[in-house]
């Protein structure tokens, strides 16, 4: 069964420094996004990704945070400089159509 | 703004018990409901969804009606299994973004 997968399932950083997580969405799916959930806390949504260009971001997506399709495979969130506060499980998730998004298992990213 | 409210966990049960999480939820148009669930150390998958009123999504035992005049999507199982324990959530989509519920812990003892 295809699905979304997530590089690295764990990534420790140090603060202030770039970091950039990586998921390949399953391959015939248009739409892209990224969620964190901070630990024990709710699932939230960061960046809705169409046709190449951001559809929609939350007021956590700020200019700290950039997303990418480089190559027709891959999906990154790039976080130019990491905070303590950054430290959550990121989840990248694709679909066909907008209603039912397949979720990847997440990378946990530790800022330290 | 839209959102999903979930009953706080953790929800406690010796095995075949019957389950229930409840779940409510404000949004300003007519949204699609959701509920995924997350075993530990893994990621978030979809068990069911509803995309109208009335509509009754399940899976794997588990089943949730969309009920407008409630604004609720309560989760049910007749009889649970130690393999159902996981955290829950509790979803709706309007545009394309995913709204969540804070998550319920179910714990299934045998």
């Known amino acids: 069964e295809p699905e979304v997968t997530q590089t690295p399932s764990h990534q420790v950083t140090q603060m202030g420094q770039e970091v950039i997580l990586r998921c390949v969405p399953i391959s015939n799916h248009l739409y892209f996004y990224w969620y964190r959930q901070i630990l024990g806390q709710k699932v939230e949504f960061l960046v809705s990704?169409?046709?190449?260009?951001?559809?929609?971001k939350s007021e956590i997506f700020d200019d700290q945070f950039s997303v990418e399709r480089p190559d027709g495979s891959n999906f990154t969130l790039k976080i130019r400089s990491t905070k303590l506060e950054d430290s959550a499980m990121y989840f990248c998730?694709?679909?066909?159509?907008?209603?039912?998004?397949?979720f990847g298992q997440g990378t946990r990213l530790t800022v330290v | 703004g839209d959102s999903v409210t979930q009953m706080e966990g953790p929800v406690t049960l010796s095995e075949e018990a019957f389950l229930t999480i409840n779940c409510t939820y404000t949004?300003?148009?007519?949204?699609?409901l959701f509920w995924y669930v997350q075993y530990p150390g893994e990621g978030l998958q979809l068990l069911l969804k509803a995309t109208k009123a009335d509509d009754k999504g399940s899976n794997k035992g588990f089943e949730a009606t969309y009920r407008k005049e409630t604004t609720s999507f309560h989760l049910e199982k007749g009889s649970v299994q130690v393999s159902d324990s996981a955290v829950y959530f509790c979803a709706l989509i309007l545009t394309d973004k995913l709204i969540f519920g804070t998550g319920t812990r179910l714990q299934v003892f045998p």
């Open positions: 949004a300003t148009g007519y949204p699609s």
């Open positions: 998730a694709s679909s066909i159509i907008t209603v039912e998004a397949f």
């Open positions: 990704f169409y046709n190449n260009e951001i559809s929609e």
